[in-house]
């Protein structure tokens, strides 16, 4: 750890390393094994017509639909000969800066637990569907691949500059809850938080509520988000190689030293430089969202 980065103080669990893995993957009995077939049912019935197309066939190219909870091991081995990448067992949510090292190395840390029964809708911490299901397909795609190792070597950058939070509003609005303009009028969803869930899906893609704003890397990183709601607000990419090139090109040396430490725009914000694809009507946010039971339309 370079001196003079600050790093959450985390409690790390006696049983593991300064990387944070988890010795094995965990045994899952059947009855785990039947909450993700459930999941991933529900899942197909949504995705197709929505999800990006480099999604779907990631989803094909792993075989991730064969039954059960899949192993890392097979997983990895795939992986690595289609992009370099590995899937690696972690206990829980990790330090920002192991989680960086990780990704730097082309590794991914996936959620060593599966949510139950009673948290089939949604579970706050990310488990081995949202981890596995939403962001493992992606990693299928060489561009995009390549982006998400960038992101991990771009995290001590933000480190070092104190902008964690920009960061992260660029990974929510990207890795978690991008949309892709694959052609036009076809907007689709490649982002995990997005495809993990049923009712994020329909309503990023289709839905009236939300602005759909083309990506600009300089605006989102300004820009706050929801973390336990549906989005007021989808930033659309033209392709991957766009979003690698708007990022990796970009310097971020001399943005940091421009930003200010907390957020400039609201989640619910248009603004006179954006690309609005669509302007919301923000009816479910303005409504409530989640927590009054407003629908999601």
Do not use: C
Not at 38 to 60: I, K, N, S
Not at 221 to 227: A, E, H, L, N, S
């Amino acid at each position: 750890m370079p001196e003079g980065v600050f790093t959450a103080p985390l409690k790390r669990p006696d049983h593991l390393g300064e990387d944070w893995l988890e010795p094995k993957q965990t045994e899952y009995d059947s009855d785990d094994d039947a909450i993700w077939n459930d999941l991933f049912a529900r899942q197909m019935e949504v995705l197709p017509g929505r999800a990006a197309t480099a999604f779907m066939q990631g989803l094909e190219k792993l075989d991730l639909g064969r039954g059960g909870v899949p192993d890392f091991g097979d997983l990895s081995a795939e992986l690595g000969r289609l992009t370099g990448w590995s899937v690696v067992p972690v206990p829980m949510l990790i330090p920002d800066h192991v989680f960086f090292w990780h990704l730097a190395n082309r590794r991914f840390p996936a959620g060593n637990f599966i949510r139950t029964r009673e948290t089939f809708d949604y579970i706050q911490e990310p488990d081995v569907f949202h981890d596995v299901f939403g962001h493992v397909p992606m990693l299928t795609d060489p561009v995009y691949a390549d982006y998400m190792q960038e992101y991990g070597k771009a995290g001590w950058k933000a480190m070092r500059h104190n902008r964690l939070k920009a960061l992260g509003s660029l990974y929510w609005y990207t890795v978690e809850f991008g949309l892709l303009q694959e052609a036009p009028g076809d907007i689709r969803a490649y982002g995990a938080g997005i495809l993990s869930g049923p009712t994020e899906v329909v309503y990023a893609v289709e839905a009236e509520s939300p602005n759909r704003i083309m990506l600009n890397v300089d605006r989102v990183m300004r820009t706050d988000y929801v973390i336990s709601d549906l989005q007021p607000t989808y930033f659309v990419i033209k392709s991957f190689e766009d979003l690698y090139q708007q990022t990796v090109e970009r310097d971020f040396d001399r943005l940091y030293r421009t930003l200010d430490p907390g957020f400039t725009y609201a989640n619910t914000a248009v603004i006179d430089v954006d690309d609005v694809l669509h302007p919301g009507t923000l009816e479910y946010t303005l409504r409530g969202g989640r927590g009054s039971g407003a629908k999601a339309v």
